[in-house]
């Protein structure tokens, strides 16, 4: 585990670890453990999140060859750290070991003597009111060394059951090393940290990681002992992750970034978020290196950790069925057999959250329908679940079928009118969305929901415009925030040139604000190409692609491949996505100032239209394109642009959708809907998956680009010219 200096090498020695406070234990699944690591020489222990940890491990103690330990760095702060972990309801291990430089000879020689052995136990159980230790040898090899590694933790092991402790071990990802850990130590453990941040190409990534994890259960190591590593660092030079996101906010979303002219590798939000999700199904659990490396806010890897677990309100029942309390279970829905995720709500009932609060086939209440089911706690507080369920019934309940609001149940008189999730009431959910598309605003709602974590990491911590459309009238932009607005939307104040004034814009950093929205038919999310607070720093070049009327799509495939191949000539990649529309948006991660990206957006559609200019073209008026596609350079400064996975008020209610260059021939913009796309998606989250690290703009391109007048502005004057010369004749 490393120092959290990105200049510094791995250093380790002992950690403590720390367990769930009741709230944590209430909104994590059961037994699902989330780890620190916190080390003595950074952090405080004023900063941890504690509500979103089970165990903290402060790192780290060195042993000594006779089975003594070397002083403990920084035992006031560890003292701390156990009063304020014991008071969050979280409790505390001791981590012993670390690399140590490479240097394990202490391990060695008092692994290898039964007196040792006996002495590090004693060394190790009862001080400063811990609740555990993990063992961080760095590493036991095959062998002898393993012999002696399983005598130890067999010993230790008794020691701590004996005396109510924890005892955790720290492991390599896999290789031969991993030899060294016999597979009987598994029995004396109470799990394992999986290493699955110490290798990977490009740095831990997903792939590489539960790989590491598949080799450990593998091996015979029980899934509820499998607590897999993440990193809050990059490689190779050791940035924290909160420096990373210090240079530019938009690193959060990505796993590379080139800092100083390195490409540096880490996890971002995203990744966290899906290894955490697949930890949660075959795992017990996440430890992460390490806690001060973290952010606050939005862009915490630990808060991500956290909801992607099951945040304050965790999934209790997948698929199967059951009857005991804590089992899976599964109820007899209104069309049949479907098996539901049930979650845990305040007032001690389970609920599906894919079911609206009221309908007329529902589960709930004190005397549910005959056939239908209820799910209970026993108590509020407790997680184990009591299933109340009625004998299945011979035939449906009358006047049952399938209603537009997905997951929900209609009788004959129509579909529910209202529903709540994450404490925004949400009404008319059976309300045609707009003209020229049969989907409601339920779709609506339902479409924003399923794609919500791919969503807000597009729209996090910019600031939003949105399109809305109201029954009976024509769409309209919303930048400045009505006054009704909820205290609890984020905003962001920008000033307005051209309106002389301060507009008041929402940052959609949460489901919470993203259902609101929709709840307000804002159909169309639309943000800067710069951050809040860093305007003047786009995270990326867009080139929008608009074919003319009457064209096929495969015109605009035409003019993209010629977009593909001027970024190609000059070193630089990007990814596309159907805008909604008719065309398709180019993006390519880039790191430069407004001017010089805007520079480069003029240079790149200019080059593009030289490869080939009967296909495409960049003049701004419409009389000169000549049945071209236009290569819109205009996104740049305060321009804003359709979001990836943005709905469209298009026919068939279509969305702005990823597409990978090679497939972007064989697919139109109509193919992906509110109601198609999350199918299409499934648990992948192309836009960031396929998106590149920020790459420098070549000096060629950005020089040409400044000799190139503003597509937007040379057009009004080139109008102006014309209507004087027409007025003239």
Same mark, same amino acid.
């Given at each position: 585990?490393?120092?959290?200096?990105?200049?510094?090498? +791995?250093?380790?020695?002992?950690? %403590?670890?720390?367990?769930?406070?009741?709230?944590?234990?209430?909104?994590?699944?059961?037994?699902?453990?989330? @780890?620190?690591?916190?080390?003595?020489? &950074?952090?405080?222990?004023?900063?941890?999140?504690?509500?979103?940890?089970?165990?903290?491990?402060?790192?780290?103690?060195?042993p000594?060859?006779?089975?003594t330990?070397?002083?403990?760095?920084d035992?006031?702060k560890l003292?701390?750290?156990?009063?304020?972990?014991?008071?969050?309801?979280?409790?505390?291990?001791?981590a012993?070991?670390?690399?140590?430089?490479g240097?394990?000879?202490?391990?060695?020689?008092l692994?290898?003597?039964?007196?040792?052995?006996?002495?590090f @136990?004693?060394?190790?159980?009862?001080?400063?009111n811990?609740?555990g230790?993990?063992?961080?040898?760095?590493?036991?090899?095959?062998?002898?060394?393993?012999?002696?590694?399983?005598?130890?933790?067999?010993?230790?092991?008794?020691?701590?059951?004996?005396?109510g402790?924890?005892?955790?071990a720290?492991?390599?990802?896999?290789?031969?090393?991993?030899?060294?850990?016999?597979? &009987?130590?598994?029995?004396?453990?109470?799990?394992?940290?999986?290493?699955?941040?110490d290798?990977?190409?490009p740095?831990?990534?997903?792939?590489w990681?539960? &790989?590491?994890?598949?080799h450990?259960?593998?091996?015979?190591?029980?899934?509820?002992?499998?607590v897999l590593?993440?990193?809050f660092h990059?490689?190779?030079?050791?940035?924290?992750?909160?420096?990373?996101?210090?240079?530019?906010?938009?690193?959060a979303?990505r796993?590379?970034?080139?800092?100083?002219?390195?490409?540096?590798?880490?996890?971002?939000l995203?990744?966290?978020?899906?290894?955490? #999700?697949?930890a949660?199904?075959?795992?017990?659990?996440?430890?992460n290196?390490?806690?001060?490396?973290?952010?606050?806010g939005?862009?915490?890897?630990?808060?991500?950790?956290?909801? &992607?677990?099951?945040?304050?309100?965790?999934?209790?029942?997948?698929?199967?069925?059951?009857?005991?309390?804590?089992t899976?279970?599964?109820?007899?829905?209104?069309?049949?057999?479907?098996?539901?995720?049930?979650?845990?709500?305040?007032?001690g009932?389970?609920?599906?959250p894919?079911?609206?609060?009221?309908?007329?086939?529902?589960?709930?209440?004190?005397?549910?329908?005959?056939?239908?089911g209820?799910?209970?706690?026993?108590?509020?507080?407790?997680?184990?679940?009591?299933l109340?369920?009625?004998?299945?019934?011979?035939?449906?309940?009358?006047?049952?079928?399938?209603?537009?609001v997905?997951?929900?149940?209609?009788t #004959?008189?129509g579909?529910?009118?209202?529903?709540?999730?994450?404490?925004?009431?949400?009404?008319?959910?059976?309300q045609p969305?707009f003209?020229?598309?049969d989907a409601t605003?339920?779709?609506?709602?339902?479409?924003?929901d399923?794609?919500?974590?791919?969503?807000?990491?597009?729209?996090?911590g910019?600031?939003?415009?949105?399109v809305?459309?109201?029954?009976?009238?024509?769409?309209?932009?919303?930048?400045?925030?009505?006054?009704?607005?909820?205290?609890?939307?984020?905003?962001?104040?920008? +000033?307005?040139e051209?309106?002389?004034?301060?507009?008041?814009?929402?940052v959609?950093?949460?489901?919470?604000?993203?259902?609101?929205?929709?709840?307000?038919r804002?159909v169309?999310?639309? @943000?800067?190409?710069?951050?809040?607070?860093?305007?003047?720093?786009p995270?990326?070049?867009?080139?929008?692609?608009?074919?003319?009327?009457?064209?096929?799509?495969?015109?605009v495939?035409?003019a993209?491949?010629?977009v593909?191949?001027?970024?190609?000539?000059?070193?630089?990649?990007?990814?596309?996505?159907t805008?909604?529309?008719?065309?398709v948006?180019?993006?390519?991660? %880039?790191?430069g100032?407004?001017d010089?990206?805007?520079?480069?957006?003029?240079a790149?559609?200019?080059r593009?239209?030289?490869?080939?200019?009967?296909i495409?073209?960049?003049?701004?008026?419409?009389?000169?394109?000549?049945?071209?596609v236009?290569?819109?350079?205009?996104?740049?400064?305060?321009?804003?642009?359709?979001?990836?996975?943005?709905?469209?008020?298009?026919?068939?209610?279509?969305?702005?959708?990823?597409?990978a260059?090679?497939?972007?021939?064989?697919?139109?913009?109509?193919?992906?809907?509110?109601r198609?796309?999350?199918?299409?998606?499934g648990?992948?989250d192309?836009?960031?998956?396929?998106m590149?690290?920020?790459q420098r703009?070549?000096?060629d391109?950005?020089?040409?680009?400044?000799?190139?007048?503003?597509a937007?502005?040379?057009?009004?004057?080139?109008?102006?010219?014309?209507?004087r010369?027409?007025?003239?004749?």
């Open positions: 585990m490393p120092r959290s200096s990105p200049w510094r090498p +791995w250093r380790r020695a002992v950690a %403590v670890a720390v367990a769930t406070a009741p709230a944590a234990r209430a909104a994590l699944p059961a037994g699902f453990k989330s @780890v620190g690591y916190l080390p003595s020489w &950074a952090g405080s222990v004023d900063s941890i999140q504690y509500g979103k940890l089970t165990h903290v491990n402060y790192s780290f103690a060195l000594n060859g006779n089975g330990l070397q002083a403990i760095p035992t006031g003292t701390s750290l156990v009063n304020r972990a014991h008071a969050n309801g979280v409790k505390v291990s001791l012993i070991g670390g690399w140590n430089d240097d394990d000879s202490a391990f060695e020689a692994a290898g003597n039964a007196t040792s052995r006996a002495t @136990v004693d060394s190790v159980v009862g001080q400063y811990l609740d230790v993990d063992i961080d040898w760095e590493y036991p090899d095959p062998g002898a060394s393993a012999d002696n590694f399983t005598a130890l933790m067999r010993q230790l092991g008794t020691a701590m059951r004996s005396r402790k924890l005892l955790t720290a492991v390599v990802s896999g290789g031969g090393t991993a030899e060294g850990v016999r597979t &009987a130590v598994f029995d004396h453990v109470d799990w394992l940290n999986i290493m699955a941040y290798g990977g190409s740095h831990a990534d997903y792939d990681s539960i &790989a590491a994890a598949n450990w259960k593998g091996r015979g190591l029980p899934a509820s002992k499998t590593g993440v990193p990059s490689r190779p030079n050791y940035y924290t992750y909160a420096q990373l996101v210090a240079v530019d906010p938009a690193n979303n796993d590379c970034t080139t800092v100083g002219g390195v490409q540096q590798c880490y996890n971002g995203p990744t966290i978020r899906r290894r955490t #999700r697949w949660v199904a075959n795992a017990g659990g996440i430890t290196w390490e806690l001060s490396q973290d952010t606050t939005s862009t915490s890897l630990l808060s991500a950790i956290f909801e &992607a677990a099951g945040g304050a309100n965790p999934p209790v029942d997948r698929t199967g069925a059951g009857t005991a309390n804590g899976p279970v599964q109820l007899w829905d209104c069309n049949g057999t479907g098996a539901q995720e049930w979650r845990a709500q305040a007032d009932t389970l609920r599906n894919a079911l609206p609060r009221r309908h007329r086939c529902r589960f709930g209440g004190r005397h549910p329908p005959p056939g239908l209820l799910l209970r706690r026993r108590q509020p507080g407790l997680a184990p679940a009591r109340i369920r009625p004998s299945r019934p011979a035939s449906l309940p009358k006047g049952c079928g399938p209603c537009p997905a997951g929900a149940h209609r #004959r008189k579909c529910p009118m209202k529903d709540e999730r994450d404490g925004v009431a949400l009404t008319n959910l059976d969305l003209d020229g598309t605003k339920g779709d609506l709602v339902d479409y924003l399923a794609v919500r974590d791919r969503i807000i990491l597009v729209l996090a910019r600031p939003l415009t949105v809305r459309v109201r029954p009976g009238q024509e769409p309209f932009t919303q930048k400045n925030l009505p006054k009704y607005t909820p205290d609890w939307v984020p905003t962001t104040t920008l +000033w307005a051209t309106s002389k004034r301060e507009i008041r814009y929402a959609c950093d949460d489901r919470r604000t993203l259902l609101w929205f929709a709840n307000q804002a169309e999310y639309h @943000v800067t190409l710069g951050p809040a607070g860093a305007f003047d720093r995270t990326h070049l867009v080139l929008d692609l608009d074919p003319p009327a009457g064209a096929g799509f495969d015109a495939v035409a993209a491949d010629l593909r191949r001027a970024l190609a000539d000059d070193g630089l990649t990007g990814v596309v996505k805008s909604g529309s008719k065309g948006h180019v993006f390519v991660p %880039v790191d100032t407004d010089d990206v805007a520079a480069a957006t003029r790149l559609a200019a593009a239209e030289r490869l080939d200019p009967a495409a073209t960049t003049a701004f008026i419409k009389d000169d394109r000549h049945g071209k236009f290569l819109d350079s205009t996104r740049a400064y305060g321009a804003t642009v359709a979001a990836a996975y943005s709905p469209r008020i298009r026919s068939g209610a279509t969305v702005s959708f990823p597409v260059w090679d497939d972007l021939a064989s697919v139109t913009p109509a193919d992906f809907t509110v198609t796309a999350p199918a299409l998606l648990d992948a192309p836009w960031h998956e396929w590149p690290a920020p703009l070549p000096d391109l950005v020089a040409e680009g400044h000799t190139i007048p503003v937007r502005v040379q057009a009004m004057h080139e109008g102006k010219r014309r209507a010369a027409q007025r003239a004749r």
